[in-house]
């Protein structure tokens, strides 16, 4: 993973009400944390996001696609899962490219961050696609993925979000 700073737009450069807003359709809550702190059910590590139960924890370093990623781990797994939710969101192949494709559809809900900037980010941080680029996945081979959420009730079939967990 590159540093922080890496060109990657973080949570602290984005107005929080925004994505505050956004999550909060879902039940999920950001919980910030310091600075040099530890992140809270960080999976990877600082900076990356943090997941217990339904709060989301970031610092001011924290990628804003680290924090849509987790935030759509929170969203795609079964109720059951997020009862127990502690750090590892789990999930299977299929569901963690439907994590992917739902945080690309959903940045374009976050002001200052949209699609385009998400994919850059995504490329910028090493997630890894067959096609070698995320927006190559996003628009060629990304359709059992749309397909999937639709079938979660988590997509209209036209893309958009329905706002709505699994």
């Known amino acids: 993973m590159p540093a922080a700073g890496a060109g990657v737009r973080s949570f602290g450069e984005l107005d929080p009400v925004g994505l505050a807003v956004l999550l909060a359709r879902y039940g999920l ?38 924090v849509l990623h987790e935030a759509c781990h929170y969203v795609c797994m079964t109720a059951e899962r997020r009862t127990g939710l502690d750090t590892d969101a789990g999930g299977d192949f299929a569901e963690e490219n439907a994590v992917c494709y739902l945080q690309i559809a959903l940045a374009d809900h976050v002001p200052e961050v949209g699609r385009a900037r998400m994919l850059r980010d995504m490329d910028a941080w090493g997630y890894t696609f067959r096609l070698g680029s995320a927006s190559a996945w996003f628009t060629e081979d990304a359709a059992d993925a749309h397909r999937t959420l639709v079938d979660w009730g988590l997509l209209e079939p036209g893309g958009r979000p329905t706002f709505r967990c699994r």
């Open 29 to 66: 809550q950001i919980e910030r944390v310091a600075l040099g702190e530890s992140i809270p059910g960080s999976y990877w590590g600082e900076p990356e996001a943090g997941l217990i139960g339904d709060r989301l924890y970031v610092r001011a370093d924290t990628p804003v696609h680290s």
